[in-house]
């Protein structure tokens, strides 16, 4: 097949309700500067069609190029993590980026997605019937503590926490057993209270107290959540309008650009338009599920559903955040929050999607090219 | 890749569920979100409302006070006052350093601001200074943009026109404190520095000066700063007030009385009631006490000898002495005892055993009702005193207007002292002996008025009417005072006669104040000397004789007292005078008050 054969076999439908959403986006950062295109509409406006490239790239070279090296990739960013732990650029009090000059890479994006695509290979590559067994099961973890133990260093509990759950996903999906699934669930329910209160940072644990209780700091910790909850309560059915939330635009809401653009949609387009963008997402959703169904490989399957979930639980935790469902942790919102890493990251989620669509016929993509 | 055929349908199934959990994920934002947005959207727009709109309160213009002639007496006087809202202040405690620099506070003052900064409720604005100079407010413009925070605001203050003139009867404002809130509903408590009457008419016309506040509600961003202006309600001016004291006459007052050292004087027309002049020596800048008075001030003036702070018109109580002769002379007349055909005045006169004297120790001579007024005899008061009894002197004193507090705008009042039998018995648990009847004939003992009280009397006296007084034409309530007096029922045979006592005390050539004629009206008045010791009867007999006021330590000296009316037809004013220890009446008081009313004749006759 050849690449222009492949952009056009691509699944349109999904591409537009992507495309969709990126436009909100792009009327979201120009209505939260105050009806201007500057300082962040025009560049999440280039940056998304940068990343369309950068999407269809990876959605017309082989599934089995992926395929062969997805633990390289993983592998390189791992050392890409460990490398900002000793030179990474200090942002917000964490440090989290690599300074390319165009623009600032985070690995723990990175790490997300060659993850998935190595735990898919993993999964792939072993029996049906060891997939439970002790062993590989020690591997998994492994695995995924290795990247979310670095990216908590740094520290970003959110990330790490996306991590592990994007990674017992794909082990999910695979066919982990049930015995070890619950048994999981309840050693977390038992163990995960008291060992966070040892392991998280004073500031993480004070978000989690102001979560669960916003008001008993209404100038300090609980600010936020108190804010974005009178912000969206006050966006009503119908919503103040674009560039005329009050919340949004006086000021009161904080990083209205960033982490709390949800709420912004939510003053500004009302229950209408807020549920209009979820909607949007589960139809996304639907979609991957649909081509998770229609590709042959396991692997194009594992790969399509991980990638689906990374997006989900992007939006399901940032969304629960601004709502005060989740405690506040730097999640943004995918291709509508401003940021230039969450929108490579889902636009590289994406283009494996598109990938393995456009490969769905591959059966074995274990097979290296040479002998298709 | 070695599966078994089962190996797809499970995938298919395991991603089926994980799609379900996101579907069941999804439901449950989408109700959190027809949660907030729909079923709690009241409660959230308030809550934004409150975020973003915030009241300014306007304080209104306070009233203004004028003379009779409608010269400002109280005025009100633009300032620029500095606030700090803390809250705004990036750095707080570097920016009021900064602020320091500019604006010139001292270090209690800056102690003081930084504990009210700590303790106050957030978001509430700080008064730093108020009354800044130009300088510094040019200062303050420059350095705008380092001052986040830092607001100046446009004020009013009160300014008194006539420092010391007015300071008893106009009062003076101060600011709000803890005390006056308790009893305010009204928005402009919160008002920082805001001024309400502390004394006087400023405070008891307070609602009526004060009119009612404005509000502007604005939008405000995150750092306070003011986006919109959504409303107003303009403030109402507070009424001006117009008193009917003369500016003139009590200047022309204030300089006569400042040679003694306390002294009070009370001039009221006679016909409507109006207070032309009230005054009281030694007097204070009401100015000093706008905007807070410092404690060095405050000691000095609470501290004063002469009570400086009093007003000595309503509040200072004097025995009236001989004054009180005319209400005697009155109740024996309206008893009919005055028996004084053959009544002989030898200088005393003895009483159950005990010797009386009179003032002039060689004794008028043949006495008779008119003549004692005039000459102001003791020995005939006495004795007619002890014929009508002390509660019949009483009853018509109240008559006059001694011994009670009037409906009138100012306080404090002073009743006064009327005493009774009953009085003596509940008071003192004794009984009245009749020597406590032959000192109060002369306005001594337990008897005591006020200067406004005498001059009410003098008024009455006058016109045979129920005259009270008023120092406004209107009641802090707006309502119009009522001064269509009602008849005193008293015998007006009895008031000529009275009356031509008194106009001898001035006309005829034996009246205790003859030197004292005046030259615009002629006036009728009566003198009083109210002993403040107890001559003792060796003083009395020694070669000396009694001891002159002049040798006497001030304190130990007589008041001095004169009441008058003028002009005697036709009578327009009243008016009393008291010098505290000031010895004489007709020596001290009488000549103060003709140069009163000479002044008074001068003033409405050269228009």
Not at chain 1, 303 to 310: E, L, Q
Not at chain 2, 347 to 368: A, D, V
Not at chain 2, 480 to 495: A, M, R, S, T
């Amino acid at each position: 097949m050849t690449n222009i054969a492949k952009i056009k076999d691509i699944d349109w439908v999904l591409f537009i309700c992507v495309f969709l959403l990126a436009t909100v986006g792009f009327v979201m950062q120009f209505s939260v500067a105050g009806g201007s295109f500057t300082p962040w509409a025009i560049k999440h406006g280039i940056r998304f069609l940068l990343a369309i490239l950068l999407m269809f790239t990876i959605a017309i070279i082989d599934i089995r190029f992926w395929y062969k090296w997805a633990w390289i990739f993983f592998a390189f960013s791992i050392l890409l993590l460990i490398y900002v732990e000793f030179f990474g650029h200090i942002g917000m009090g964490a440090k989290r980026w690599i300074d390319l000059k165009i623009f600032k890479l985070q690995p723990s994006e990175l790490v997300k997605i060659f993850l998935i695509l190595a735990l898919a290979k993993y999964y792939t590559s072993i029996s049906q019937y060891k997939i439970s067994s002790f062993k590989s099961v020690f591997f998994m973890l492994v695995v995924l503590l290795i990247p979310a133990g670095l990216v908590y260093r740094q520290p970003d509990l959110g990330t790490a926490i996306l991590i592990i759950l994007g990674g017992l996903s794909v082990a999910f999906l695979a066919g982990l057993s049930w015995k070890w699934i619950l048994s999981g669930i309840s050693l977390i329910a038992l163990v995960v209270p008291s060992v966070l209160s040892l392991v998280l940072r004073p500031y993480q644990q004070k978000r989690i107290t102001t979560f669960l209780d916003p008001e008993s700091d209404p100038l300090g910790k609980g600010y936020h959540i108190i804010q974005s909850k009178i912000a969206i309560g006050s966006g009503g059915m119908t919503g103040q309008g674009l560039v005329q939330g009050r919340q949004t635009q006086l000021g009161f809401l904080p990083e209205n650009h960033t982490d709390f653009i949800f709420t912004v949609i939510a003053e500004e387009l009302g229950f209408i338009g807020s549920m209009s963008v979820l909607l949007l997402i589960l139809f996304i959703l639907y979609k991957i599920l649909i081509i998770s169904h229609n590709v042959y490989s396991a692997f194009a399957k594992l790969v399509v559903m991980g990638m689906g979930i990374t997006f989900f639980l992007y939006v399901l935790i940032n969304v629960g955040m601004v709502m005060g469902l989740f405690p506040v942790v730097g999640v943004p919102l995918p291709l509508i929050s401003y940021g230039g890493t969450v929108m490579i990251t889902t636009m590289v989620g994406f283009g494996f999607i598109q990938n393995m669509w456009v490969h769905r016929r591959i059966e074995n993509p274990s097979v290296d090219i040479e002998y298709y | 890749m070695q599966k078994i055929r089962s190996y797809i349908p499970m995938l298919h199934r395991r991603s089926f569920m994980m799609f379900t959990l996101q579907g069941i994920s999804f439901f449950g934002l989408g109700a959190r979100l027809y949660y907030l947005q729909h079923l709690q959207e009241k409660k959230y727009k308030t809550l934004s409302n409150k975020n973003r709109l915030k009241v300014d309160i306007i304080p209104p213009k306070r009233g203004l006070i004028s003379d009779s002639n409608g010269r400002i007496i109280a005025d009100t006087k633009r300032i620029f006052r500095v606030e700090i809202l803390k809250e705004t202040m990036p750095k707080f405690e570097k920016s009021f350093n900064f602020l320091k620099r500019i604006v010139k506070i001292s270090p209690e003052q800056s102690e003081k601001i930084l504990i009210k900064a700590k303790r106050s409720r957030p978001y509430t604005s700080i008064l730093i200074k108020e009354n800044i100079s130009w300088r510094e407010m040019a200062k303050l413009q420059v350095n705008k943009n380092d001052l986040f925070g830092v607001n100046v605001n446009l004020g009013e203050t009160r300014k008194y026109l006539y420092n010391n003139l007015f300071s008893h009867v106009v009062g003076y404002v101060g600011k709000i404190s803890k005390q006056d809130v308790k009893d305010q509903d009204d928005p402009l408590q919160f008002v920082p520095g805001f001024e309400i009457g502390k004394s006087g008419l400023e405070k008891s016309y307070e609602n009526y000066l004060r009119g009612s506040a404005g509000a502007k509600q604005v939008e405000v961003n995150v750092s306070g700063q003011i986006i919109n202006e959504i409303g107003d309600i303009q403030p109402t001016r507070g009424q001006d007030l117009e008193i009917s004291v003369d500016l003139d006459l009590q200047k022309f007052i204030a300089k006569k009385l400042s040679s003694h050292r306390s002294a009070s004087m009370v001039v009221m027309n006679v016909q409507n009631g109006d207070v032309k002049a009230m005054y009281s020596q030694p007097s204070f800048d009401a100015n000093i006490f706008v905007g807070g008075i410092s404690y060095k001030n405050w000691d000095k003036i609470r501290t004063n000898k002469y009570s400086k702070l009093v007003n000595k018109s309503l509040a200072g109580q004097y025995a009236p002495g001989s004054t009180f002769k005319v209400i005697v002379a009155l109740t024996a007349l309206k008893h009919n005892v005055v028996d004084d055909e053959k009544l002989f005045c030898g200088g005393y006169t003895e009483i159950s055993g005990r010797k009386y004297h009179c003032w002039k120790k060689t004794g008028h001579g043949k006495i008779k009702l008119i003549k004692s007024i005039r000459e102001s005899c003791d020995v005939w008061y006495y004795h007619m005193s002890l014929k009508v009894g002390i509660d019949n002197i009483a009853k018509m004193s109240k008559k006059f207007g001694l011994g009670i507090k009037y409906d009138f705008e100012m306080s404090p009042q002073a009743s006064g002292l009327i005493p009774t039998k009953k009085w003596k018995q509940e008071n003192r648990n004794e009984s009245w002996y009749k020597g406590d009847t032959v000192i109060s004939s002369i306005g001594q003992g337990f008897v005591l008025t006020t200067p406004l009280q005498l001059a009410v009397m003098t008024a009455r006296i006058a016109t045979g009417k129920e005259v009270t007084p008023r120092i406004t034409k209107h009641s802090s309530n707006g309502e119009l005072i009522q001064n269509n007096f009602p008849d005193l029922g008293v015998d007006k045979k009895h008031l000529d006669i009275i009356r031509e006592g008194m106009y001898g005390v001035v006309n005829h050539y034996r009246g205790t104040a003859r030197n004292y004629k005046t030259s615009g009206w002629d006036m009728a008045g009566k003198t009083g000397t109210s002993q403040v010791r107890t001559i003792s009867l060796s003083e009395r007999e020694s070669e000396e004789g009694v001891i002159k006021n002049h040798n006497l330590e001030w304190k130990y000296r007589d008041h001095a007292l004169f009441v008058a009316y003028a002009p005697v037809k036709n009578p327009k004013y009243a008016v009393s005078c008291v010098v505290e220890h000031g010895g004489s009446g007709s020596g001290v008081a009488a000549p103060l008050v003709r140069d009163v009313l000479n002044k008074l004749y001068k003033l409405e006759n050269s228009v």
